[in-house]
């Protein structure tokens, strides 16, 4: 009787644990978060009546974030909003407003809010004018709006194809250099000057730069400033969750490059036109033609206030290359591995109406340091440019200041 009782027991277990119990349509967990958006000053960001505003929740930075509108509080210089979430940890919460006209007007972020069950998170922002410029260890850095794009060629270019499909990208909010990095910059932080063109003072681009040199300069200017190295500097990883220095991914650069979320923009000038008063190219039908790289911001910026990203030198990004697809991404960041890197913008030695468009997608061994040009052989047209890891770095004020602004010689 006992070995039949014992015997019955072990079925009902072995049974249960064929069949659990299904949770799946349980309900998760909920909890709030309470948006307050405030400018640090009105004249930092000055909210308008007829302003409006978006807030982008991010769970991790590679899902579709969540997109909500926030309210005005009337008579206020405040943007409130409440709303009801899973529970967890979100990566990032980013707001960005816009002006009547759909002009960009301030933006902010903050990192890591947690919400518990049947709580509410307040969530206090301070929002910065849109355009500005913050200066690190003598480097002009633009912050750019969480948003979405295009991503690929759109008018089937002749020797296009690997800029196609086009695809749709959404991105979250990052730091860029306003300038390609200068002779002057990279030697304050390396010791060294390894460019070509180096006789017309230190606010040219620096050139004759490999991959490898890039990264060690994002990785030296991280230990400088007391952030977090991106890089593995035997594997070339690059650890996006640290809030150091790192190279622009090549999502990251032609959303920058097209110069705005609302237009679709060619090449990164102002207008998103290619002549030769706006970037500095090879053209085999007009006369000014200048032969060599100028100093940076020599021409007009485009709309998020970045220069030279049409023109002047090529320019390093993180990425491996691979074929696109035509799936939509977020924050991408480009195959594990690869052969070569990827390499944007054109130059000064190279034809610019093909070379200089924003969807143009050129890559290399990563230990490159130049192109050879047929209009003037030789090399000193590749170079790079650089973005802070976190939207919101804690950096000493000694490493802050003042910014130059260049004129072209």
């Given amino acids: 009787m006992h070995r039949f009782i014992a015997f019955l027991m072990l079925m009902l277990l072995f049974s249960c644990s064929q ?18 958006c405030k400018s640090a000053s009105s004249v ?11 807030i982008w929740i991010w769970k991790t930075l590679d899902t579709m974030p969540r997109i909500e509108k926030l309210q005005r509080e009337d008579g206020t210089n405040y943007f409130i909003g409440e709303f009801e979430v899973d529970t967890g940890t979100y990566t990032r919460v980013s707001i960005n407003g816009y002006g009547a006209d759909n ?11 947690v919400v518990e069950a049947n709580k509410t998170t307040n969530v206090p922002i301070w929002l910065k004018k849109r355009g500005g410029v913050e200066v690190i260890f003598g480097i002009g850095f633009t912050q750019l ?12 270019t002749i020797f296009g194809e690997n800029e196609r499909p086009y695809h749709n990208v959404i991105l979250t909010e990052f730091m860029m250099s306003i300038y390609e990095i200068t002779q002057e910059q990279y030697f304050k932080v390396t010791g060294v000057n390894p460019s070509l063109f180096n006789s017309n003072g230190g606010n040219m681009p620096v050139e004759q730069v490999s991959w490898w040199d890039a990264i060690k300069f994002c990785n030296a200017l991280s230990d400088k400033l007391g952030l977090s190295r991106c890089y593995n500097e035997i ?13 622009p991914t090549e999502a990251e650069w032609e959303y920058a490059c097209q110069g705005t979320e609302f237009y679709y923009f060619k090449y990164g000038t102002d207008d998103g036109t290619l002549d030769q008063s706006k970037a500095n190219y090879i053209s085999p039908y007009l006369d000014g033609n200048i032969y060599h790289p100028v100093n940076v911001g020599s021409y007009p910026p485009n709309p998020y206030g970045l220069y030279d990203m049409s023109g002047n030198v090529f ?5 491996w290359y691979s074929p696109y697809t035509s799936d939509k991404q977020y924050n991408p960041k480009g195959p594990r591995n690869g052969y070569d890197r990827i390499i944007r913008g054109g130059s000064w030695s190279h034809e610019g109406s093909f070379f200089c468009r924003a969807s143009k997608r050129d890559y290399s061994w990563p230990f490159t340091i ?40």
């Fill in 44 to 54: 930092t960001a000055k909210i308008a009546a007829t302003d409006r505003a978006e």
């Fill in 315 to 319: 320019e390093w990004c993180n990425d």
């Fill in 145 to 156: 709006p969480s948003g979405g794009f295009v991503m690929g060629d759109r008018y089937n």
């Fill in 235 to 247: 594997t070339g990883d690059c650890d996006f969750t640290k809030d150091g220095i790192r190279l």
């Fill in 19 to 36: 069949n659990p119990v299904d949770k799946s349509d349980s309900p998760k967990a909920k909890g709030k978060i309470a948006i307050v």
């Fill in 370 to 409: 130049g192109f050879f040009s047929p209009y003037r052989g030789g090399y000193g047209n590749l170079g790079f440019r650089i973005v802070i890891n976190s939207p919101s770095p804690n950096i000493p004020d000694e490493y802050k200041g003042p910014y130059f602004h260049a004129k072209r010689i």
């Fill in 103 to 113: 002009s960009a007007t301030w933006m902010g972020t903050t990192n890591n809010v």
